[in-house]
T-cell receptor, first 112, second 112 residues
Framework: AQKVTQAQTEISVVEKEDVTLDCVYE???????LFWYKQPPSGELVFLIR??????QNEISGRYSWNFQKSTSSFNFTITASQVVDSAVYFC?????????FGAGTRLTVKP | DAGVTQSPTHLIKTRGQQVTLRCSPK?????VSWYQQALGQGPQFIFQ???????QRGNFPDRFSGHQFPNYSSELNVNALLLGDSALYLC???????????FGPGTRLTVL
């Protein structure tokens, strides 16, 4: 069975702090994809990144970075120098053969 | 280039009624997936349509049914509504064989 766990329900930081959102997944498959989505109050899920199971190279995109570690089945997301506009719910998801599983989400609040 | 669109934005129904939600995929996409997102939870996969057929289904009862039209747009039908069906219903589109899904803004269904 596939499962995604985001243990952090809510995180609150002050602007300019760095913050890491944790994601742990379970799957018996060797081929799968991992995602991070951002959901602002408007409700639409915004795609942030996709990673396939064979690519463990970490990625940086501006203030965002992702750390994929197969050995610990984790795909963590770090926001550097957080901004108020980063406030949203962030979801980690696992997809294999069109079976897309989302974690419960982490609500990030960035205070000015 | 229009993204994924959904209608209506909001909907209020009473228990036992039936509802139809609509989705138009992103231009060039022919695969449509539907998700239910209850308050405070991550999206749950309902089913996916490709070539006008249901290709995969999550753990939802038969009260949830769908349809895909030749222009790739899709409908989600829910019969005999229950209070627990109150949720944000998200539609996502993708290209076949590509795991990246683009989400619409969702339809918020309230069942009274």
């Amino acid at each position: 069975a596939q499962k995604v766990t985001q243990a952090q329900t809510e995180i609150s930081v002050v602007e300019k702090e760095d913050v890491t959102l944790d994601c742990v997944y379970e799957t018996r498959d060797t081929t799968y994809y991992l995602f991070w989505y951002k959901q602002p109050p408007s409700g639409e899920l915004v795609f942030l990144i996709r990673r396939n199971s064979f690519d463990e190279q970490n990625e940086i995109s501006g203030r965002y970075s992702w750390n994929f570690q197969k050995s610990t089945s984790s795909f963590n997301f770090t926001i550097t120098a957080s901004q108020v506009v980063d406030s949203a719910v962030y979801f980690c998801a696992l997809n294999n053969n069109n079976d897309m599983r989302f974690g419960a989400g982490t609500r990030l609040t960035v205070k000015p | 280039d229009a993204g994924v669109t959904q209608s209506p934005t909001h909907l209020i129904k009473t228990r036992g009624q039936q509802v139809t939600l609509r989705c138009s995929p992103k231009s060039g996409h022919d695969t449509v997936s539907w998700y239910q997102q209850a308050l405070g939870q991550g999206p749950q996969f309902i089913f996916q349509y490709y070539e006008e057929e249901e290709r995969q289904r999550g753990n939802f009862p038969d009260r949830f049914s769908g349809h895909q039209f030749p222009n790739y747009s899709s409908e989600l039908n829910v019969n005999a509504l229950l209070l627990g069906d109150s949720a944000l219903y998200l539609c996502a589109s993708s290209l076949p064989g590509v795991n990246e899904q683009f989400f619409g803004p969702g339809t918020r269904l309230t069942v009274l």
